[in-house]
């Protein structure tokens, strides 16, 4: 008679999971495991920045990026583990095949996603979503290969020595949760300002590839055939000698990119810590475009831009301005024209881009080399954090030359406290002048702007000046069909005491590109298409 066979008693082992043979002691063998994981696991935070950092510089608005590359790659590492059920009766072989995968695509991710922005960006239509796209298949992939090397690593280190699964957990976990703790803490303070995104992603990729195949092939190597560790070898020396390829070449790389995003006439390109920085033409009566962070921030037209953000404040008392922003010296170049200016003070956070202003040629020329008059002084700072220090009652004059107010890092500086803290910065009939983004393409978004003003306690007279440049993309999302590209500015002038007269000084130069009957038809058209009751925005609910 047959006897039923009685179910496996519970923690006993599979078949296939028996005691590894290990090179080393078990308590050894046990120490490589975890260290595995550590590397690992700060690779893998590395990369889930890279395409948080890189996507946020490519694409725009940091929250979004941040929140698809997060959700969907926490979602893929689930869909990993439950696929990694299948391969635990060859746990060290597919380990190795899994990290030597996970350390090219992660490795070479930077460079693919930089690469489609680069050379399809301006087709339009579908190829103007490629990178999102492309982001969306890096943080699936990525993630369904994280996912899996936890199911897999544990079974490698029951093998060594097996215990009760919370112990086994424990340690695995705690591993993992501090390696993740490195990696996050080395992407920004020693990867990225050392190495760039490209360099960093490829380095970390290489990293990763060792650590992989000299676990599986130096402890586990008994676990494998002959001819699984040959080909597991020559799949980790062929990933590393793609990444060491791509490392040598990305120099040359990233300037081909550089091209084919701003065209030929690259004259300055540098990362200041603060912001990429690109600086095209300029010389040869070429025009000078100044990039920053990929956003057209200077062109041809900005006289026309710095005329109507500076002029129509001026008309009134000036004696002292504050310009918030502004460190190319454009916006000082307009306050200076005006006589009776005895002090302009800038408060810029990028101290490279305002030494660029000091000392390259065609930028300097441009700016009338305002930062030599000693009536400007400069101060690096956020505009926020220093406007909570700031001296009140004090500027005839606040200019908000900051960037678009659909970009995440700028939305703190279109807030009600921002502008209460600006409102008391100005002295008694002082005036407040904001660039509010393109009027009509995102008219929601400017009279958001004015709304919050009026929260602050401030009463407004908004305007809009056309004839913007929109060559290439200056808001928030740097792939946006060109077709659609803004092509006018929206500002608003505030005051504290009554709507302030919108008009021109009748004793400054008068302006080259702006007259007062232009800009009392463009105020009133932008008055005619008003959108009332919309909520303020603040720093814990930005509504841009």
Same mark, same amino acid.
């Given at each position: 008679?047959?006897?039923?066979?009685?179910?496996?008693?519970?923690?006993?082992?599979?078949?296939?999971?028996?005691?590894?043979?290990?090179?080393?002691?078990?308590?050894?063998?046990?120490?490589?495991?975890?260290?595995?994981?550590?590397?690992?696991?700060?690779?893998?935070?590395?990369?889930?920045?890279?395409?948080?950092?890189?996507?946020?510089?490519?694409?725009?608005?940091?929250?979004?990026?941040?929140?698809?590359?997060?959700?969907?790659?926490?979602?893929?590492?689930?869909?990993?583990?439950?696929?990694?059920?299948?391969?635990?009766?060859?746990?060290?072989?597919?380990?190795?095949?899994?990290?030597?995968?996970?350390?090219?695509?992660?490795?070479?991710?930077?460079?693919?996603?930089?690469?489609?922005?680069?050379?399809?960006?301006?087709?339009?239509?579908?190829?103007?979503?490629?990178?999102?796209?492309?982001?969306?298949?890096?943080?699936?992939?990525?993630?369904?290969?994280?996912?899996?090397?936890?199911?897999?690593?544990?079974?490698?280190?029951?093998?060594?020595?097996?215990?009760?699964?919370?112990?086994?957990?424990?340690?695995?976990?705690?591993?993992?949760?501090?390696?993740?703790?490195?990696?996050?803490?080395?992407?920004?303070?020693?990867?990225?300002?050392?190495?760039?995104?490209?360099?960093?992603?490829?380095?970390?990729?290489?990293?990763?590839?060792?650590?992989?195949?000299?676990?599986?092939?130096?402890?586990?190597?008994?676990?494998?055939?002959?001819?699984?560790?040959?080909?597991?070898?020559?799949?980790?020396?062929?990933?590393?000698?793609?990444?060491?390829?791509?490392?040598?070449?990305?120099?040359?790389?990233?300037?081909?990119?550089?091209?084919?995003?701003?065209?030929?006439?690259?004259?300055?390109?540098?990362?200041?810590?603060?912001?990429?920085?690109?600086?095209?033409?300029? $010389?040869?009566?070429?025009?000078?475009?100044?990039?920053?962070?990929?956003?057209?921030?200077?062109?041809?037209?900005?006289?026309?831009?710095?005329?109507?953000?500076?002029?129509?404040?001026?008309?009134?008392?000036?004696?002292?301005?504050?310009?918030?922003?502004?460190?190319?010296?454009?916006?000082?170049?307009?306050?200076?024209?005006? $006589?009776?200016?005895?002090?302009?003070?800038?408060?810029?956070?990028?101290?490279?881009?305002?030494?660029?202003?000091?000392?390259?040629?065609?930028?300097?020329?441009?700016?009338?080399?305002?930062?030599?008059?000693?009536?400007?002084?400069?101060?690096?700072?956020?505009?926020?954090?220093?406007?909570?220090?700031?001296?009140?009652?004090?500027?005839?004059?606040?200019?908000?030359?900051? +960037?678009?107010?659909?970009?995440?890092?700028?939305?703190?500086?279109?807030?009600?406290?921002?502008?209460?803290?600006?409102?008391?910065?100005?002295?008694?009939?002082?005036?407040?002048?904001?660039?509010?983004?393109?009027?009509?393409?995102?008219?929601?978004?400017?009279?958001?702007?004015?709304?919050?003003?009026?929260?602050?306690?401030?009463?407004?007279?908004?305007?809009?000046?056309?004839?913007?440049?929109?060559?290439?993309?200056?808001?928030?999302?740097?792939?946006?069909?060109?077709?659609?590209?803004?092509?006018?500015? &929206?500002?608003?002038?505030?005051? *504290?005491?009554?709507?302030?007269?919108? &008009?021109?000084?009748?004793?400054?130069?008068? +302006?080259?590109?702006?007259?007062? *009957?232009?800009?009392?038809?463009?105020?009133?058209?932008?008055?005619?298409?008003?959108?009332?009751?919309?909520?303020?925005? $603040?720093?814990?609910? +930005?509504?841009?």
């Amino acid at each position: 008679m047959i006897e039923p066979h009685a179910p496996a008693p519970p923690g006993s082992p599979p078949p296939w999971a028996g005691p590894a043979r290990l090179p080393v002691q078990p308590s050894t063998g046990r120490f490589l495991v975890l260290a595995c994981v550590f590397v690992c696991a700060a690779c893998g935070l590395v990369y889930e920045l890279e395409l948080v950092a890189l996507a946020s510089y490519l694409i725009g608005d940091s929250v979004t990026q941040a929140s698809v590359v997060l959700s969907v790659m926490v979602f893929a590492m689930g869909i990993g583990s439950l696929a990694a059920k299948r391969l635990r009766w060859r746990a060290a072989a597919a380990f190795g095949a899994i990290e030597a995968t996970l350390a090219l695509v992660g490795g070479c991710s930077a460079m693919a996603l930089y690469a489609v922005f680069a050379w399809t960006g301006d087709w339009g239509g579908l190829w103007a979503s490629g990178p999102r796209w492309l982001l969306v298949a890096f943080s699936l992939t990525i993630g369904l290969l994280i996912g899996a090397e936890v199911p897999l690593l544990m079974e490698l280190i029951q093998r060594i020595r097996r215990q009760d699964a919370g112990g086994a957990v424990a340690d695995l976990f705690a591993a993992d949760y501090v390696g993740a703790l490195v990696g996050g803490l080395a992407f920004p303070f020693l990867l990225l300002p050392l190495l760039g995104q490209l360099t960093g992603a490829l380095i970390t990729g290489a990293v990763n590839a060792v650590a992989g195949g000299t676990l599986v092939l130096g402890l586990f190597r008994r676990d494998l055939t002959r001819r699984a560790r040959w080909l597991l070898l020559i799949a980790n020396l062929a990933v590393l000698g793609l990444l060491a390829a791509a490392a040598v070449l990305v120099d040359d790389f990233e300037q081909a990119a550089r091209h084919a995003v701003y065209g030929h006439d690259v004259r300055v390109a540098l990362q200041t810590g603060t912001q990429e920085v690109v600086l095209t033409g300029g $010389t040869d009566g070429r025009p000078l475009d100044l990039y920053l962070d990929g956003r057209l921030r200077v062109g041809s037209d900005e006289l026309r831009y710095h005329e109507a953000l500076v002029h129509p404040a001026m008309n009134g008392p000036h004696a002292r301005v504050l310009i918030l922003g502004g460190g190319d010296g454009l916006a000082a170049r307009e306050v200076l024209r005006h $006589t009776g200016v005895q002090r302009v003070d800038v408060v810029e956070l990028d101290a490279g881009i305002v030494r660029l202003a000091r000392r390259d040629p065609a930028l300097s020329r441009l700016n009338r080399h305002a930062y030599d008059d000693p009536r400007v002084r400069v101060t690096t700072a956020d505009a926020f954090r220093w406007l909570r220090t700031a001296p009140t009652s004090t500027y005839d004059v606040v200019i908000s030359d900051l +960037p678009d107010p659909g970009i995440t890092a700028s939305t703190k500086l279109y807030s009600q406290e921002f502008y209460g803290l600006a409102r008391r910065a100005l002295a008694p009939g002082g005036r407040l002048v904001v660039h509010a983004g393109p009027f009509a393409t995102r008219p929601r978004v400017f009279w958001t702007v004015v709304a919050t003003l009026h929260a602050a306690g401030l009463h407004t007279a908004p305007y809009r000046v056309g004839g913007r440049d929109s060559g290439f993309a200056a808001g928030p999302d740097r792939t946006a069909d060109g077709s659609r590209a803004a092509r006018d500015w &929206g500002f608003v002038l505030a005051s *504290a005491r009554t709507a302030p007269p919108l &008009g021109l000084d009748p004793y400054a130069p008068p +302006p080259r590109t702006l007259a007062p *009957a232009s800009l009392a038809v463009d105020a009133r058209a932008a008055i005619r298409t008003r959108i009332t009751d919309l909520p303020p925005s $603040t720093l814990v609910h +930005p509504r841009y």
